[in-house]
């Protein structure tokens, strides 16, 4: 019996906090994402700043809807017999890595 059986519930507690976690994430980056007022009398270098934030925030915002996505993806599989193996070798992905990153498909070794 492969870890993420026995450890089924304990997984889908991580994924489901990782979920929740991510969605406030999202939340928060899209409120810096807004866009930058030209009529905002901030200054022309704060302005600057401000549309380089910007970039920075909406890169990872759409981090964080991938993760959202994979997240969503990995809770839909737990059931899926192939869940926690690794999607190139088929090696078993230790729980502590599954834990750690639960919408990974890749072992450490496959991942790099």
Known sequence: MSQVSIN????????????????????????????????????????????????????ALRKAEQKLKGLTIALQNIDDPDFGKCARCKNDIPLGRILLVPHSRFCVHCAG
């Open 8 to 59: 089924k519930e304990l997984i889908t507690k991580k994924i489901n906090e990782e979920i929740e976690l991510t969605q406030k994430l999202i939340l928060e980056l899209k409120e810096l994402t807004a866009p930058v007022a030209p009529d905002c009398a901030i200054g022309r270098v704060s302005r600057m700043d401000a549309i380089n934030n910007k970039s920075i925030n909406e890169n």
